[in-house]
């Protein structure tokens, strides 16, 4: 009976150490549609049996609101509770409706209690914000933000709000770039929070050479630059690809056979070590495209999927290649992406039900590449992310090599002998 007890406790521990592996979900299709719970269930479903690769069953959320509502909790969530996929929750900051979205939260631990919040890796309180926020966001008309000290006053908001639920042991995190994050003006986010979320496109580096031969060098110099401002705190990957399909961006080309080859030099190395979620499973008919598949109900990927042929791990790379970063000045790649890079994409994409559920894009010009107003979505803050920020982040986030790893495996010796 003590071996059976110690056995379990070891693999609740190495389960407990896997990292999430997913996409990003928007909360509205491409043609502005909104997403229901059959739409979220295809998705889900899709991305657990994509051919050529597997462990795929995580969703990163923009918001908590339903498309359509003012306050009901989005409808992923009895989604992912039928397809078993664990969520990285998001409520969206910018344009002040953080009242809506805590009420959501709230309600959906009360509707859907333990079934849902045994799913949740963690909760983002808002998306690029900083970023939008930003001399270089303004610029690039990326939508509305908010300064540092409202994001920390959301946060704060938003851990009372999940004291004493079956929510509140959950980690809180923001996503944003890799600029806004060195941005020393934005540090009392950081020691807020329990770990950094982080956005970003090679592919919008246009102010450097961005080739997909460079697409790996640069996320890894903003890997670096992130992790030398968190303070040891984990830095999550939350968005990062390549398109498909789409205009040039400075040397940067969007094809099948680049997204394989960024897939492979970035996405493998991280995939089941890093805590990552892909920029995206399917988003036909936009431009550029980023989508790994057709459509949300194909499994047949548009290009292989499999990581046998993957290069050395990326958060080894990056460890070497840019440990001289630093904290890196805002102003170092951030502009880098064209604001052109989204045309209506993030808003007709992602954007998210704003108050009576019309679908709100942000002040957002047909450049912005911030997603809505209130409870953005999906692309954009993927877009966002790639307007000013460039690349994505690795984290140390639950590798095997960690010290629950070790227990795990001394304690399954233990039983062994």
Request: charged share 10%.
């Amino acid at each position: 009976m003590f071996s059976k007890q110690v056995l379990a406790l070891a693999l609740s521990i190495v389960a407990a150490e896997a990292a999430m592996q997913g996409f990003n979900y928007g909360s509205t299709k491409t043609d502005g549609s909104y997403n229901y719970e059959a739409d979220f269930k295809t998705q889900f479903a899709t991305a657990k049996n994509l051919v050529g690769t597997s462990g795929f069953t995580s969703a990163r959320l923009y918001t908590m609101i339903q498309g359509g509502t003012t306050s009901d909790p989005i409808q992923a969530i009895p989604a992912a509770v039928a397809e078993d996929t664990s969520l990285l929750l998001g409520l969206w900051a910018s344009g002040g409706n953080m009242d809506n979205e805590i009420a959501a939260l709230k309600s959906a631990i009360d509707t859907y209690g333990e079934s849902f919040t045994k799913l949740v890796v963690g909760i983002s309180v808002g998306s690029e914000d900083l970023y939008r926020n930003s001399v270089t966001g303004v610029k690039n008309d990326a939508g509305v933000g908010i300064d540092p000290s409202l994001l920390v006053t959301y946060i704060k908001q938003v851990k009372s709000a999940i004291s004493g639920t079956t929510l509140s042991g959950a980690s809180i995190g923001h996503v944003d770039t890799w600029d806004a994050w060195t941005n020393s003006t934005n540090s009392a986010v950081i020691d807020e929070i329990d770990w950094l979320g982080f956005d970003g496109y090679p592919y919008y580096q246009t102010t450097m050479s961005n080739g997909i031969d460079q697409g790996k060098s640069l996320f890894d110099d903003a890997v670096a630059k992130t992790k030398a401002v968190a303070n040891g705190k984990e830095v999550w990957i939350t968005e990062t690809g390549w398109p498909v399909s789409g205009p040039n961006e400075g040397d940067a080309v969007a094809s099948v056979a680049n997204a394989k080859q960024y897939w492979d030099q970035v996405g493998c190395p991280l995939f089941g070590e890093t805590n990552t979620w892909w920029y995206m499973l399917a988003d036909a008919g936009s431009s550029p495209s980023f989508g790994v598949t057709g459509s949300t109900s194909s499994t047949n990927p548009l290009f292989d999927l499999s990581c046998g042929n993957s290069t050395s791990s990326s958060s080894a790379s990056a460890s070497t290649s840019t440990s001289n970063a630093g904290a890196g000045s805002t102003g170092s790649q951030s502009g880098s992406a064209s604001s052109s890079c989204v045309t209506g994409f993030a808003t007709s994409t992602f954007g998210v039900a704003a108050g009576s559920g019309s679908s709100s894009s942000s002040s957002s010009s047909s450049n912005s590449v911030g997603s809505s107003g209130s409870g953005s979505s999906s692309s954009s803050g993927s877009a966002a992310a790639a307007s000013s920020s460039v690349l994505s982040t690795n984290s140390a986030a639950r590798s095997s090599g960690s010290a629950f790893g070790a227990l795990a495996a001394a304690l399954i010796l233990a039983i062994a002998v």
